[in-house]
């Protein structure tokens, strides 16, 4: 008697039904995997809906009135460089006494008043 076929062969068939029990599981949520390239959406990864690309592109257009709004914020707090927006606004969060999320909803949301 051979085991080491016997073993592949039972190998092969769990690997089988494993493929098969993940394909049927949720066909919407495989669907919507596939729609997105098996990314997670901003919004499955706590982003609120707004992409940071969005809201630093925001800040490049605001960052002269929250400075004048904020001013006990310092240079250092308010340096940004491409790639550390998060870290940025968790230096102002500090500052002010708020969270991350409150921030960046304020400069998403910002309006010059």
């Known amino acids: 008697m051979d085991t080491n076929n016997d073993n592949r062969n039972?190998?092969?068939d769990q690997d089988q039904q494993g493929q098969d029990r993940d394909q049927n599981r949720n066909p919407q949520?495989?669907?919507r995997d596939q729609q997105q390239g098996g990314r997670n959406s901003d919004t499955q990864r706590g982003n609120s809906g707004?992409?940071?690309r969005d809201i630093e592109s925001r800040w490049q257009d605001i960052e002269s009135d929250y400075r004048k709004r904020y001013s006990n914020l310092t240079d250092e707090?308010?340096?940004y460089r491409d790639g550390d927006f998060d870290?940025?606004?968790?230096r102002?969060?500090?500052r002010t006494n708020r969270n991350q999320n409150d921030v960046n909803d304020e400069i998403q949301n910002w309006t010059n008043s």
């Not at 870290?87 to 968790?90: I, P």
């Open 29 to 31: 949520q495989s669907s």
């Open 77 to 79: 707090d308010l340096d």
């Open 50 to 52: 707004n992409s940071s």
């Open 87 to 90: 870290s940025m606004t968790n």
């Open 10 to 12: 039972y190998d092969r």
């Open 92 to 94: 102002i969060a500090k």
